[in-house]
């Protein structure tokens, strides 16, 4: 496996999650004795570039217009933009990579990655579909941070096309980020887990934050209403793209969480004591079995 | 007003809540200079009353079996019980309050203390219907803290046989104790925004990890499960007591939360990127302001 600090890393799309995978690269990777890896990066606004090169994070940045100039120079390449658009940016941009190149993702949903890449791809070229498990409701390259990954999932979903050796390397990279654990999954299962742990929940705290019916309503708060909407500070137009390619999911997910929804409806109607008591339990369980599984996992 | 620092305090139940005003209540109240009250406290099980005597968090501890030898000596007691069991404990101890005695409640229902606390109640005694807005998912004395409320919200539900000097000694004793803000209101409002705020989320929660379908789930969880569910870890027989106690208003509230669902779910299935980048961009707009007032008040 070649040496990560020799290696060459491109970043297109400098926000919270650009920023993030340039700053733990730098911090874990790049400040070890004898390395001689550079990080690269492109975005739309300025802003941003300036800054990360002043911080001394990255090390050449490169307008939008130029990023054609970038791409011959990058080993591995994080391409962090919404998930159509870096389709787009991969058809767009094909003859650019550099030959041999590992190129990577960082899309809520992976089929229509699994879909289209066979058609965008160059066989030189390793596309490694990846979802780094991490965001916030605060966007943008000045919220990234070296540690956001710190304790983190990343899910990694391996095509047949995929080489061993760039896996690898992708693996140890995400480890040296800071990531805790890595998911082997295929582009349908993670579509479908993701569809609930994540979209799910965004749309059910965008759901509860409609049907308040004023915005006094955290005078009543005792903490559990402000956990359920912190998510619904919501990027409207990624998160619209997310749940319509994953929507046939997404819907019945939504179904299931509605049935549930109703059986608590009806005991609790009813005033059935007995019912409510073997369900609270039951969720109880449920919920401490879950939370023990992550923090064994992570030991 | 009477000095806070030289009243006998009363605890029965304690737990979480109870241990919480015991500990706020001997760090910010019983601690000055010239202090001459005292907190007494009585519980089912005795382990927790050791523990606190031995701490110096109370001065006098009582089996349920003894709790008529303290409530004569109480001036302002904390009743810190299931809300039925706050009833009959009232019921049940009427003749040994003493006189002029302000007694409260922790109870997240208040219409049946509206309803019920006239017939139960002597007229020398001034009962104070109070909600501390705060808890946990960790129960027991163990998990009690003296800062537990700080910046926390308090409601009160003034009743109108309630004395206004008893209900300013009340709102310095819960600003004392560490909230930030008290909300005055009626029983009927109080159950319509908890029921929205509290039991609405608490059954939200429980019904999304019910409709989970395996606990593996977190290894595809980056933070919004675990921030939705947090509060499924859930007390069984308290949190049935409560839906039920509430039932009419918190169907309703389900009800609502359903159609806004709802309107998410036809959006997503129509592929309707329009609609959804409207309602989602409407719901971080309202989730701001929710969150502006909050820190506002604080402030």
Redesign the interface.
Known sequence: MKSLKSLNYGIVGLGIMGGSFAKAIRLNILSQNGSTGKILACNRSTACLSQARAEGIVDETFESSRVREMLPECDVLFVCLYPHATLDFLRDNRDFFKPGAIVTDISGVKGIFEEKLPEILRPDVDFIIGHP???GEKEGYANSRAEFFVN??Y?LCAQPFNKEDDLELMRALIRDMGFT?I?ETTCDI?DY??G???Q??????????????S???????????????????????L???L??SN?EK??A?????????D???RA??D?D?DA?????????E??????A??TI?KN
């Open positions: 498990m991490a965001g983190h999932n899910i654990r998911t993670h887990k993701i609930f742990t994540s799910l929940c965004h749309v059910i705290a965008s759901a509860l934050v409609q049907s308040a019916e915005p006094d309503i955290t005078a009543f708060g005792g903490g559990s209403f402000e956990d359920l909407t912190r998510i619904a500070m919501i990027n409207a137009p998160w619209s793209e749940f319509i929507k997404l819907v997910h939504i179904e299931n969480f509605e049935r549930a929804m059986e608590f409806k609790i109607r005033g004591d409510l008591r073997r369900i609270l339990s039951d969720t109880r449920k919920r401490l079995a879950m939370g599984i992550r996992v």
